[in-house]
């Protein structure tokens, strides 16, 4: 496997690739999880890559190669404008992936942020033909009002008024992937989601899967439940999620 460090557009990737791979192999442009970076994932891009798979992994914003003096508490602060930028960075990498003659399938992945941000990416774009949402979310606006409460059960103090607060939620509801679930039945989609995850709480998409079951809507999905698992993919669920979308985009 070759691993470049490149810049696309101002962004660093790690850009991962067998050498007799042809320009029209399918992509996966796979996304970090909150205070990770592009190199921690590279296990993805291994699995990716010996089935064929080029891969490129950015550093969002604030992270990895963008990384700035923040406190944790500064950076927390900043999670809906780092995924925000994140789901915008995602369509200039796709325009990257084409004037760099790559013309295969595009999937997209990502863990925990990136699994956040991959769902409000199959809300806004057409291009992604496979999907992979590891302990993520439906829905911005849920994990937003969760995270409010869990700042406000701590005691603390964001400085937001309650009109502030609606903004922010307004903002975020066309990334709502549960608004649009007719984009699974067209996009084969892996979700992965330990029952005991604490951070990115279950019931941000299992009751959405449960309701797809329910009214025979189930599309392309192939859901995940590990009863076991908190916060943490496990290597069982990394290997299915990368064989399932490596035999979507052939």
Same mark, same amino acid.
């Given at each position: 496997?070759?691993?470049?460090?490149?810049?696309?557009?101002?962004?660093?990737?790690?850009?991962?690739?067998?050498?007799?791979?042809?320009?029209?192999?399918?992509?996966?442009?796979? &996304?970090? @999880?909150?205070? %990770?970076?592009? !190199?921690?994932?590279? +296990?993805?891009?291994?699995?990716?890559?010996? *089935? #064929?798979?080029?891969?490129?992994?950015?550093?969002?914003?604030?992270?990895?190669?963008?990384?700035?003096?923040?406190?944790?508490?500064?950076?927390?602060?900043?999670?809906?404008?780092?995924?925000?930028?994140?789901?915008?960075?995602?369509?200039?990498?796709?325009?990257?992936?084409?004037?760099?003659?790559?013309?295969?399938?595009?999937?997209?992945?990502?863990?925990?942020?990136?699994?956040?941000?991959?769902?409000?990416?199959?809300?806004?774009?057409?291009?992604?033909?496979?999907?992979?949402? &590891?302990? @993520?979310?439906? %829905?911005?606006? !849920?994990?937003?009002? +969760?995270?409010?409460?869990?700042?406000?059960? *701590? #005691?603390?103090?964001?400085?937001?008024?309650?009109?502030?607060?609606?903004?922010?939620?307004?903002?975020?509801?066309?990334?709502?992937?549960?608004?649009?679930?007719?984009?699974?039945?067209?996009?084969?989609?892996?979700?992965?989601?330990?029952?005991?995850?604490?951070?990115?709480?279950?019931?941000?998409?299992?009751?959405?899967?449960?309701?797809?079951?329910?009214?025979?809507?189930?599309?392309?999905?192939?859901?995940?439940?590990?009863?076991?698992?908190?916060?943490?993919?496990?290597?069982?669920?990394?290997?299915?999620?990368?064989?399932?979308?490596?035999?979507?985009?052939?």
């Amino acid at each position: 496997m070759i691993v470049q460090q490149e810049n696309w557009a101002g962004i660093p990737v790690l850009h991962t690739y067998a050498e007799n791979m042809k320009d029209d192999a399918p992509i996966v442009i796979f &996304l970090h @999880g909150f205070t %990770s970076a592009k !190199e921690h994932n590279l +296990h993805y891009a291994f699995n990716l890559v010996n *089935q #064929g798979v080029r891969v490129v992994l950015p550093d969002a914003d604030l992270h990895g190669d963008r990384a700035k003096d923040y406190s944790e508490m500064q950076l927390a602060n900043s999670f809906w404008e780092i995924v925000l930028k994140s789901t915008k960075e995602v369509a200039q990498l796709h325009e990257q992936l084409k004037k760099r003659g790559f013309t295969g399938k595009v999937g997209l992945a990502g863990t925990s942020m990136g699994g956040i941000v991959t769902s409000g990416c199959l809300r806004q774009y057409d291009f992604i033909e496979a999907a992979g949402i &590891l302990m @993520g979310t439906m %829905s911005y606006t !849920e994990l937003a009002m +969760h995270q409010l409460q869990q700042f406000e059960q *701590q #005691g603390i103090d964001l400085g937001l008024s309650e009109e502030e607060k609606q903004k922010i939620l307004h903002i975020l509801e066309v990334y709502n992937l549960k608004d649009q679930p007719g984009v699974l039945e067209r996009v084969p989609t892996y979700i992965w989601h330990g029952a005991n995850d604490a951070v990115v709480p279950f019931s941000m998409t299992y009751p959405f899967y449960e309701q797809l079951v329910a009214t025979n809507n189930i599309g392309a999905i192939h859901y995940v439940v590990d009863k076991k698992a908190g916060h943490a993919v496990s290597r069982a669920g990394m290997l299915e999620m990368c064989r399932f979308i490596a035999q979507r985009l052939e």
